[in-house]
């Protein structure tokens, strides 16, 4: 599942780069403040990448609160994209990244589960 998490980033990562090309008009927003948020976000998603890619060194390792510490920041590097849009009056907040960002939060949320139920069985012994 953190496999599952790390190409969805790894995926809105793609995307956002390649939308910093074609960046949508938005009203009163101008092009140079659109482009520095898509690539903002662009790095957020790379940063929730690299978090769950740490997720998974902390797993093979057993350390599983580190583990929940990382799925936590990855979800928080998604919100982060959002807020920044949300600074901006103007701008709206596209549809396929809500999506996106749905989708990504809700692998963070099964995997912080999974850390979960595997923190709990370690610690009954």
Known sequence: MVNIGIA????TYAYLSSQNS???KSNGTSDTTMKNVYKLCASKYSYAND???STLQDLS????DYASMHVMAASDY?????NAFKRYRDMDYPTVLKVREDG???ICAVVLGIVDQLYSIDNRF
Do not use: G, I
Not at 8 to 11: K, P
Not at 61 to 64: A, F, L, R
Not at 78 to 82: L, R
């Open 8 to 11: 969805n980033a790894s995926d």
């Open 22 to 24: 074609q960046v949508p």
């Open 104 to 106: 990504f939060n809700h």
């Open 61 to 64: 390792m057993e350390n599983y």
């Open 78 to 82: 998604s919100n982060a994209c959002h």
């Open 51 to 53: 978090s769950l890619k």
